[in-house]
């Protein structure tokens, strides 16, 4: 299968400080991808550069064929093929939960409106709040919040989906409802690019683990391999404080 | 629902409500406290009832001159029978009716926008009739359409109060949104302009804006294009106002969380989208408060209009009492305008303190 994600030598400083080291990264149509590392390692920024909400110094980056660069045009072009789903949900308050749902698609893509709603109430019951529809955010709990921010994330029709620690927010008990969602997307063949430290979560659905650290990838592998013949120290060490 | 009912009914513990537990609660609830109010009520006893005496009881109503007030308080015939120049100035009395449909209107506008949350037709409507209103009332008040022409040297009184204050609050808004934008653009040259001209009318006194209004402004147009006075004050207030409007809602941009920003570029909105449909709502909601805060300050300026020969409700005091019927009763007119600004201005913060309460009960950040 072609890729739809291509990464080649990306090195990504803020001011002095490098930030990303190198990285080499081609993932696949329909592939899933976790990406996990200690805190700083540079995972949210790895992600943040495919959808260009942060620049890069050198290297290149080509999404289903398209080259990233400052063109304003191609980079909002892009933004409807790549969605984001971010660890503090950020929903927009003033706006009702419907209405979070049909902002893209009405003002980007120029959607007829009541299309646009169509859409939108079936992406909502897809992730199971559909009788929240006139609510505003700060009136559902966190885990409906991000289950929310999944479906406008879906509202462009993207073809890969980023999640920056999609869980860490949330309250224990919410993390599953979330976490199923997920892995709904996942087989009906999404590319999704999942920063999280859920590792039943990358063990069910992941088709490879990426591990980072100090802003390089130190090491990646399929689930089994990844979690029981870590080559590096550096993965031996994190999985062990991870997994207890 | 029915859930709740079963909840028993317990009345709070006597000591706890009428009227000794509100005082001690109210106003003596320390020394100090006790020691406030106590001299309070006395300031209270030795002011009020001479107050009362002057403005009620020992005052009179209704006589045609300044020497039929005989009795010793206030001589209120003298506001009834200059009213129509305290309310309308100098504009011909059988055109009154233009103000008042004008006002009207106004009133309605606003009463509607109350009844209209959560419609679509009807936030439409309410846009339509904000684009639409200044134009009516212009032709009202000026004329045109048919209507006799009333040149702005005859508006005066509460009417040019109003008028000036209210096209300083509605024009300088869009401006204050723009410089706040620019302050906070990644252009250079944007930046530094915004900066330069909130910095410099920010330094400079409301009077000598209008001076330079009144005085520079000509320079740049020809002697038979002549810019109508209370236009070159208009534009003097507007520039003003604008500068303070760009930093009360720069101060809401930047209370909006980073995230939203991030979130309207991840989904694929222009510049001008994010910031119409996602950044500037929540920032104007924020800025609530300190926008009505300066819209207040500037009412209370526009008084200086008459620096530049333009006639308010306040200048109606010093015109009407040198009328020699009534000499000598500035008094009564200074109290009688300070009662009217302040029902207008009070109203005005009651207004934002229920739009700030509706807005945050309707959808919190
Ligand atoms: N806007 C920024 N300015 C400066 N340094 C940043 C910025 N964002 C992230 N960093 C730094 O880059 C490194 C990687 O950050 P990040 O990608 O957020 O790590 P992770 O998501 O793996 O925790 C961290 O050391 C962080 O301090
Ligand atoms: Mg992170």
Redesign the interface.
Known sequence: MKNIIEINSLNKWYGDFHALKNINLNVKEGEIIVICGPSGSGKSTLIRCI?F?EKFQKGKIIVDGTRLSDN?KKI??L??QV??V?Q?F?????LSILDNLT??PI??HHQPKQQAVDKSLQLLERVGIRDQAEK???QLSGGQQQRVAIA??L??SPKIMLFDEPTSALDPEMIAEVLDVMVELAKEGMTMLCVTHEMGFAKKVADRIIFMDEGQIIEQNQPDMFFNQPESERLQLFLEQILG | MSVFKAEIQQKPPIASVGIFAWLRANLFSSLFSGVLTVSVAYLLYLSLPPLANWALFNADFVTSSNTECTRQGACWAYVIEKIDLFIYGFYPAESYWRVQLAFALALFIIAFMRLARGRQWRFKAIILAFLMYPFVAFVLLYGGFGLEVIETHQWGGLTLTIVVAAVGIIASFPLGILLALGRQSKMKIIRLFSVLYIEFIRGVPLITILFMASVILPLFFTEEMNVDKLLRALIGITLFQAAYIAEVIRGGLQAVPTGQFEAADAIGLNFIQKMSLVILPQALKISIPNIVGSFIALFKDTTLVLIVGLFDVLAMVGLSSSDENWLGRETEGYVFVALILWIILYSMSKYSKNLERRFSTEHKI
């Not at chain 1, 950020?90 to 003033?94: E, G, I, K, V």
Request: hydrophobic content about 40%; overall charge positive.
């Open positions: 959808n909400l304003v909002r072009q933004r409807s969605s984001m971010f503090h950020n929903l927009f308050p003033h902002l893209a003002w980007v505003y955010p700060n406008r994330a509202s462009t």
